[in-house]
DNA sequence: TACCGCTTGTGAACGCATGCACAAAGTTGA
DNA sequence: TCAACTTTGTGCATGCGTTCACAAGCGGTA
């Protein structure tokens, strides 16, 4: 895999050793790779208004980030930009979709298709960017055989072979809390290594599977805990003689 | 902060300094905060099952930590455990609600009835975790006045009057990204301080508010990354000389 | 060609988070 | 009452990630 991606291509003037880009890839920090993720579809967007170079000052002010962290995530990656210039937009697009994995289609499954899994499946956003939604999967008999999103709705307990069939290579879990780790279980068993999960419980997985979790009560109470913490500041403020607006009150 | 924090405090024997639990609040790291809605999650469900008594080690089992970062996390928000024995469940519920901001009801409007926003809008787990969905607006003439999850859609042009009326403190972004700005500026300028967005784009706010975002698309390519290292690691341990599953090749 | 101005790429310093390891502090049982 | 045992709370070291600041490198210009 290492072997075949950078040799002649254009850009880099000398062919890199494939250990060099894997050990390179392995020293991306997890932060580091959201944030070319973010970059990356930025750059998407700069590519179809034909924008053709962008500086890192240009790039991080779009992203959200401080420029000198746009150009060290960047450096994990290689040096693909022209100093005095900035960076070639399409170069850049190509090489992060390389160190990202996304040459390669990753077949996604969702399972349970209740509230959430509908969202899921009628979302155009996961195929258009290299994650074709290939199975669905529910436990309900009735929902078997009807066609969500374009594509029939498979019983759970066919998840293997299904998942095998359509080289399912992430799995998404929107299931309620009480069956997740049983789905979880059972998408491992078929030989899925990736997984994405909307329930609210923490999945027992063995270390060669990697889960992502999306929590949103955490985020909400995270949320809640910066408005508790705002509100504490506000009146120890006005208990210390400045008003909510930082006017100074009785002075 | 350590000569403050012991002060009598038998389970909670005598009220604490607000001035203390506002230091104490603003010292807590981000990820900490998240832990501790995960941790918050665990013990509800132990309530339920009736446990009184709770050790680091088991909690910290079930929440997916290790037990010295979890006693350091609950460290943050105080002494609340017993040498020897553990913590008592239900204080500690009672203390992370407390620092979280969950003794308040924060109301929760959706932005974007559209899957998401309808997924959004029939969950049952925001209102029982004490975030009501308050209101919900949309763009489209067609959705004002149907009820979704038992709430009629408002138009979006009346964001900031129903948003005040229903004292709103948190957004949810469900709309097309290219709605997204324009929407969180609408929410910023009724008032609301705390913003949860869905839509692909990075938001640009007032400092003062504070952005949560969910990119499902940023999910997947982390984990196809993860894919695509662990098939480059495996590519390049067969050259040298090491099969897939660990045997060494040819030696 | 030689110089100038601009932007990258990165070494180094800093700060935050994690994990270890143990003293302190409690319980239990004799 | 005391000793043995259990578990917390935290000081400290380590490692990771962020930020600063600047040398190196490139294009443009005379
Ligand atoms: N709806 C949301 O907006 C939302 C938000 C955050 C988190 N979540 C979480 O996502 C999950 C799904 O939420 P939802 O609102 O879509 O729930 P839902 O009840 O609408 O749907 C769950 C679906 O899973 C199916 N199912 C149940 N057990 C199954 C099993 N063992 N195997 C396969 N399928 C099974 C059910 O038949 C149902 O279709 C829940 O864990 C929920 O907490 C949902
Ligand atoms: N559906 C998913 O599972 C999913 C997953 C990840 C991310 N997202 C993101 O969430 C957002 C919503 O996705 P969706 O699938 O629900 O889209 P959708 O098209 O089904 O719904 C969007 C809704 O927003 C409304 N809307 C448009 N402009 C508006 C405006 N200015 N003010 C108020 N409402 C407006 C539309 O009328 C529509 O009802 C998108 O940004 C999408 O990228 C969705």
Do not use: W
């Not at 000398?14 to 932060?31: C, F, G, L, N, Y």
């Not at 590519?47 to 995530?73: F, M």
């Not at 900035?86 to 170069?91: A, K, L, M, T």
């Amino acid at each position: 895999m290492a072997a075949q991606r950078g040799e002649g291509d254009g850009v880099v003037t000398s062919p890199e050793a494939p250990a060099d880009v894997r050990e390179r890839a392995r020293a991306i920090p997890e932060a580091a790779v959201a944030r070319l993720a973010v970059y990356l579809r930025v750059l998407s967007g700069m590519v179809e208004q034909g924008v053709t170079t962008i500086s890192s000052e240009e790039l991080a002010g779009a992203a959200g980030v401080n420029s000198a962290k746009l150009r060290k995530d960047l450096s994990y990656i290689g040096s693909y930009g022209t100093r005095g210039v900035g960076y070639d937009v399409e170069v850049l697009v190509s090489h992060i979709e390389r160190i990202l994995g996304l040459t390669r289609k990753h077949s996604v499954a969702v399972v349970g298709i209740g509230n959430l899994g509908h969202a899921l499946a009628n979302y155009g956003g996961f195929p258009s960017r290299g994650f074709p939604v290939a199975a669905l999967f529910d436990i309900d008999p009735d929902l078997t055989g009807v066609p969500v999103g374009g594509i029939p709705v498979n019983h759970i307990d066919d998840i293997t072979s299904v998942c095998s069939e359509r080289e399912v290579s992430i799995g998404v879990i929107a299931t309620p809390p009480q069956a997740a780790q049983a789905v979880c279980d059972r998408l491992v068993s078929a030989g899925v290594q990736c997984i994405l999960n909307f329930a609210p419980v923490v999945l027992q997985v063995p270390d060669y599977v990697e889960v992502r979790k999306v929590d949103l009560a955490v985020e909400m109470q995270i949320l809640s805990f910066h408005v508790a913490r705002r509100a504490d500041e506000a009146a120890s403020d006005v208990v210390n003689g400045i008003g909510v607006d930082g006017v100074v009150i009785r002075p």
